[in-house]
């Protein structure tokens, strides 16, 4: 294994699990395993977050084809550099979130509206479905397909995403994709299987500076990096 896919390898595992741990979507994990099987829960998360991972180190790849290559490294500095003070003006400017009540607030609201769209159809009608595909739903279960898609439009447009992107233009894309499926893959089994007691001890100003500093380093290294 070269030294350039361990290298994108451990920047990709270290930012993935400094930007998961304490996010909205590792929330969302948390609560969801709590009402739902956890098989289902975890399936439907880490794909998302496989398919987002790998759709953005693939921008990330293309970049450098599309524009200069010196110009993507000036890019990636900048994204670095401002997701990092962006991360450390959070931690000591906002206080502590509120983010876990927010998620569990919003899985209240879906989880009324979908019961009381269910008691509507009528229990013939839930029977009926159950019988018409019982195959597909063994593996694309209603669980499995929300999971996915609360955490796929969770992340899309997320700093973690674009960090993705700037890291897979700067480091080898094997090795940040490697990295990021491993680090989502962490976390999302600690959410599932920590639950909301893991989610509640998580100090999210603390995360919030490690993060802010990795960052500032994967700038400043971006910043002095030779262009070949």
């Known amino acids: ?38 098989r289902y829960v975890l399936a439907g998360c880490l794909s998302a977050l496989i398919v987002m991972t790998v759709l953005s180190a693939a921008v990330g790849w293309a970049a450098p084809n599309l524009i200069s290559r010196t110009l993507t490294k000036h890019i990636a500095t900048v994204l670095f550099l401002g997701f990092g003070l962006w991360s450390l003006w959070d931690a000591f400017h906002e206080g502590e979130s509120e983010e876990l009540a927010e998620v569990e607030a919003e899985l209240d609201a879906d989880l009324k509206a979908s019961s009381g769209a269910s008691r509507a159809n009528g229990k013939d009608d839930d029977d009926t479905k159950k019988k018409s595909r019982p195959f597909f739903s063994q593996f694309f279960s209603p669980i499995f397909l929300k999971a996915f898609s609360i955490t796929f439009f969770g992340e899309w447009g997320d700093k973690s995403q674009l960090a993705t992107i700037g890291l ?57 990096a030779t262009v070949e």
């Open 1 to 38: 294994m070269s030294y350039s896919i361990v290298q994108g390898f451990t920047k990709s595992l270290a930012m993935t699990v400094l930007s998961e741990i304490g996010d909205k979507t590792f929330f969302a994990a948390a609560i969801l395993a709590m009402r739902h099987p956890r």
């Open 168 to 224: 897979a233009a700067a480091e080898n894309p094997l090795g940040v994709v490697l990295g990021g499926i491993l680090g989502q893959a962490l976390c999302q089994t600690a959410a599932v299987f920590g639950g909301k007691s893991l989610a509640t001890q998580i100090s999210e100003k603390l995360i919030a500076v490690s993060g802010g500093i990795l960052f500032i380093v994967f700038g400043i290294q971006s910043f002095f």
